[in-house]
């Protein structure tokens, strides 16, 4: 294993710092989620997978996913730069 010099050091401060800003920016949108802020079509979009039987259910939204994602990436890409 290479022996770290600072710009090493500084790589893996910087990614720390990331790690750490995505955990807080996921714990306050899970938060305000969880609390019932959340507008009610969230999860309920044309698309979103959902099968209900008499003892059980199954739930996945694929459409809600692919449109958070999408908004994601625009918002990390505009913060790039």
Known sequence: MPPLDSRNLHSMREVGK???V????MTL???VLWSGFAPKW???LPGDIRIER???A???PIVTCIILSIVLSLLLSIFRR
Do not use: A, D
């Open 22 to 25: 995505i955990g807080v920016i």
């Open 29 to 31: 949108v899970g938060l």
């Open 42 to 44: 969230l999860g309920r």
């Open 18 to 20: 990331f790690v750490v």
């Open 58 to 60: 199954f739930y996945f």
């Open 54 to 56: 008499e003892y059980s």
